[in-house]
């Protein structure tokens, strides 16, 4: 997956005050694979093919080149429960955090919509 959102979270974790020199920054492995299946086609125009097994795939990759946990930072790979169910690592699923946030920090809530790149309103149940 080719993601902008992968370069700005990368000049993120860059950018912290963690280090004082190279050997201090946080070893990050990133599978920038352009041949993932469209999400757009498959989520929205419901015909193309299924991304899921492609993106389990790279999972299972990140995990065998040694990563701890996986954070994807493309909005709609987190509508997939391929890659989570993929990895024996932790998987930072953005509805999950979401979900939790929610919970913990407004408490009369019980349904959630959020506004992402490709599905115009996302409800979740975080009761």
Same mark, same amino acid.
């Given at each position: 997956m080719v993601s902008e959102a992968t370069v700005d979270f990368i000049q993120r974790i860059i950018r912290l005050p963690l280090s004082l020199d190279d050997i201090d920054h946080i070893r990050c492995i990133v599978?920038?694979?352009p041949k993932v299946p469209s999400? =757009?086609? %498959? =989520? =929205?125009e419901e015909d193309g093919k299924d991304p899921g097994p492609c993106m389990a795939e790279m999972g299972k990759t990140l995990e065998t080149f040694g990563a701890d946990f996986l954070v994807i930072a493309c909005n709609t790979? &987190? *509508? *997939?429960?391929a890659v989570q169910q993929a990895v024996n690592i932790p998987f930072n699923n953005m509805i999950d955090l979401m979900s *939790? &946030?929610?919970k913990t920090a407004i408490i009369?809530?019980?349904?959630?919509? %959020?506004l992402d790149s490709l599905?115009? =309103?996302?409800?979740?149940?975080v009761a």
């Open positions: 599978d920038n694979n999400r =757009i086609k %498959a =989520i =929205i790979v &987190h *509508y *997939y429960d *939790y &946030h929610v009369a809530c019980t349904e959630l919509s %959020a599905l115009p =309103i996302n409800t979740v149940d």
